[in-house]
């Protein structure tokens, strides 16, 4: 059944709304046996992979996991999203090009106790243009990551979750992003051109496990911009259900208003509309990735409406 999420937008001259306190789930999310790193990537641009990205980390967070958010799009649309000011703080270059360390750029995301955000700050843009003469310019991020995540551990504050954010490309920072990351999660828009982008990424991904990281895979599909009243959706959703059995999610992001109005205010929709439908979908595709990563076997229906409590 489709649902009708097309309210009208919050005036642009109305104060924003906040997010207010500690939002966290009825029922927390099982922890995985070990620190997990997506990336999250498709060549396609305008999939909704920084959407998917912030709203499954701060559903994860609000599941009571704790989690970073990598944003290596030098668009820093992730950082606009979690309310993070990249303007006034070092970030992804810093550790990239001059190796500062990724625990010295990595800030709390407001209203998450459990959600950190790494940053795109501005230089980023000229990142892959200055490590081009770099040894192992590919394995920055990892040999960044490796170091970050054993600092974490040594002091008992592990990560469950390390979700890195990639510019629609298959460029150097994507590169960087897939030898570091085990799991890569691919939003497909429930249009043609996003399969494309998918069998190039396919392509990309079989050398860099061939070159540089042997352990790497596409563990996660997740259909975005799903409108069940056209063919065309549900024609490309069941060509992912039939290649990608094991992959998929089956949960459809809807194409909804509140998913895209949320990042004006700085937000997730997870925050700015916990109930509307792209939320519930989003905290349904959550819920399902970490019973995935615990190897926790439960009810595919018992998760459709998680309550979420405010203190």
Known sequence: MHVNDSRETTSALAPKP??????????????????RVFTVANQKGGVGKTTTAVNIAA?????????????????????????????????????????QLLSQVVVKVAGFPNLECAPADIELAGAEINMVGFV???????????????????TGTRLDYVIIDCPPSLGLLTIN??????????????????????????????????????????????????????RLANDVANNVREHFPNELIDVPIP????????????QTVMTYDASSPGAVAYMTVAREIARRGSGEIISQTTNLNDGVNSA
């Open 18 to 35: 906040k997010v207010i306190g500690i939002r966290r789930l009825k029922e927390p999310m099982p922890t995985p046996f070990k620190t």
């Open 136 to 154: 192992s310019r590919e394995s920055r991020l990892k040999l960044a990551l490796e170091k970050f995540l054993a600092e974490r551990e040594a």
């Open 59 to 99: 559903a994860l967070a609000m599941g009571g996991l704790k989690v970073l958010v990598i944003d290596l799009d030098p668009q820093g649309n992730a950082c606009t999203a979690l309310g993070v000011d990249r303007e006034e703080l070092a970030g992804m270059y810093e550790v990239l090009v001059n190796e």
């Open 255 to 266: 194409r909804a208003v509140r998913i895209s109005e949320a990042p004006s205010f700085n």
């Open 177 to 230: 992003a897939l030898t570091a990351a085990e799991e890569v999660l691919v939003p497909i828009q429930c249009e043609y051109y996003s399969l494309e982008g998918l069998t190039l990424l396919l392509k990309t991904l079989q050398q860099v496990q061939q070159m540089l990281n042997q352990k790497v895979r596409i563990s996660t599909i997740v259909l975005t911009m799903f409108d069940s009243r056209t």
